[in-house]
């Protein structure tokens, strides 16, 4: 009986198209990844049924973290400018041009010390600055709440114009009387519209908002 | 790499000893090390992208230096004071406090599981209630006291919008309504 020959095939693979769709994806991912900005707090936001997005033009940010500390973050070169320099004139804090660079570029990544410190604070080094631990804005009360005086500068230098977004970014945590002080501040500058940014979250299936949402009509304001 | 050695060694010895082979050398580039590093990669964006960005959420709060007359009246029937406290507590009463508290009671967030009353379906309840004129009579007042949280308030305040709640105030907490959630607490341990 003849014996039955099994041919002997090559196992060779080819990875050529193993390694096209990697490189796809790859792709994919790199363009629709959004890096982390930078932050001073780490902060774990509330999740809401609300899905508008966030502004990005003329935004004042204020972070509070769960210790209670409290960051201001406001993206405007020109304004950030002219607040420090109004700051500065006001208190007499004393901050040279180039202390006043490094806070500006401090304030992209959040502010969070007294006026006593911002001299400090302004003289350290790009590498510091990333480590420094900031003790946050007192707003204790009314009578040390010191970004009161932040946003009334603000109003000052941007001659009484309220910034079109006022957001405010709250840790799960923070506790209730460190998110009332934050809006009392703003309120007593005759701020009363604010947005708090959230995680999205679906709305509970029954309820109104869900029935609303499923059947095509847009929320109302 | 992509195939196994099948063994088979060389390709045989055809023309015989002392002739050089000329080696043909093969065109094929491995690609498996490719295909691992670009995996590697993915991998990497994937855990550092964030993709669900975060969203904003609108707040209006009045402004307090309005006179008293000037300000909206509430009707008593259509009135819903909502409390928070520490430990995501939900304390409510319909209309005005009784005197002896005994519309004071205690609830959960979201929906009613088991005996405690959630405080979905008690806005629910209450909307129902008032039918027709629901959306102009009902007014939720939240009270959260000064050991709740922020993300307590976010939810409340959320828990408006998913029912549809027309009119709602953040407001300062009193200071016989905190006396009565502080002795609730004492008593519920």
Aim: with cysteine; hydrophobic share 35%; glycine share 8%.
């Amino acid at each position: 009986m003849p014996k039955v020959k099994i041919p002997r095939k090559s196992t060779w693979v080819d990875m050529t198209a193993f390694c096209d769709v990697a490189f796809l994806l790859l792709s994919f991912f790199m363009l629709a990844t959004q890096f982390k900005p930078d932050e001073a707090a780490k902060v774990e936001t509330p999740k809401s049924v609300s899905s508008d997005t966030i502004p990005t033009k003329d935004a004042f940010l204020v972070t509070f973290d769960k210790g209670g500390r409290v960051f201001v973050t406001y993206d405007d070169v020109e304004k950030k400018k002219a607040l420090f320099d109004k700051l500065n004139a006001d208190r007499g804090i004393g901050l040279t041009d180039n202390e006043i660079r490094t806070l500006n570029k401090a304030m992209e990544s959040g502010i969070g010390v007294p006026f006593t410190m911002l001299k400090s604070l302004g003289s350290k080094s790009k590498e510091e600055l990333q480590r420094v631990q900031q003790p946050g804005i007192p707003v204790q009360d009314s009578v040390n709440n010191e970004l009161k005086d932040w946003i009334a500068t603000l109003l000052a230098i941007n001659s009484g114009v309220k910034p079109k977004n006022v957001m405010l970014k709250g840790d799960n945590d923070a506790n209730y009387p460190t998110f009332i002080n934050v809006l009392d501040a703003f309120t007593k500058n005759g701020i009363y519209n604010f947005k708090l940014i959230t995680m999205p979250e679906n709305a509970p299936s029954g309820t109104y908002l869900y029935d609303a949402r499923s059947s095509g009509k847009k929320d109302k304001k | 790499m992509a195939d196994i050695d099948t063994g088979g060694g060389g390709g045989g010895h055809k023309k015989g000893p002392g002739v050089k082979k000329s080696k043909k050398l093969s065109t094929r580039v491995d690609l498996t090390p490719m295909v691992d590093l670009g995996f590697l990669l993915i991998t990497f964006f994937i855990f550092t992208t964030t993709m669900s960005s975060p969203t904003a959420m609108k707040l209006n709060m009045p402004d307090d230096t309005v006179k008293s007359e000037d300000q909206n009246k509430a009707k008593e029937s259509g009135a819903l004071t909502i409390m928070l406290s520490k430990n995501d507590h939900i304390y409510y009463y319909e209309g005005k406090l009784a005197d002896d508290g005994s519309n004071f009671k205690s609830a959960i967030f979201g929906k009613s599981s088991g005996d405690a009353k959630g405080i979905r379906d008690i806005i629910i309840e209450k909307k129902q209630k008032l039918g027709a004129s629901a959306d102009n009579d009902l007014v939720v007042v939240i009270k959260p006291n000064e050991e709740s949280n922020f993300k307590n308030t976010v939810d409340i305040i959320d828990e408006m919008t998913i029912n549809g709640v027309k009119k709602y105030a953040l407001v300062k907490i009193s200071e016989v309504e905190n006396m009565l959630i502080k002795t609730t607490e004492g008593t519920a341990k």
